[in-house]
């Protein structure tokens, strides 16, 4: 895992709330529906775990603390799958796919 710390690893998680929240609205049948809104569970309970830690902890390195490494390196793998076609709008696709990218290769063992 890259040395990031809390605060950039909370900044990051919470564009990619963001990010997967428009993909949500934008999802055009339950499945996609139900894709996106699995990873923004696991993302969320990451978040908010995050929230938990004092703000004068923040400069310390990140790791994942909701789920097992393993775990959300799965749930990710298994939604970046799901990306190559969904969204269907262009810019969130392109918006999921860089942070997506970008928090894989945070977490992921060097």
């Given at each position: ?14 564009e ?20 996106t ?53 262009l ?6 796919r ?13």
């Open positions: 895992m890259s040395s990031v710390t809390i605060s950039q690893a909370s900044e990051l998680i919470w990619l709330l963001e990010a997967l929240e428009d993909a949500y609205w934008e999802a055009s049948t339950c499945e996609d529906k139900d894709s809104f699995n990873i923004l569970r696991v993302l969320n309970a990451e978040y908010m775990e995050l929230l938990k830690v004092s703000v004068q902890d923040h400069h310390y390195e990140y790791e994942v603390i909701s789920t097992s490494q393993d775990a959300m390196n799965q749930a990710l793998a298994e939604y970046q799958q799901f990306t190559t076609n969904h969204p269907q709008r810019r969130t696709r392109q918006r999921l860089s942070l997506l990218n970008q928090f894989s290769s945070m977490i992921s063992p060097q």
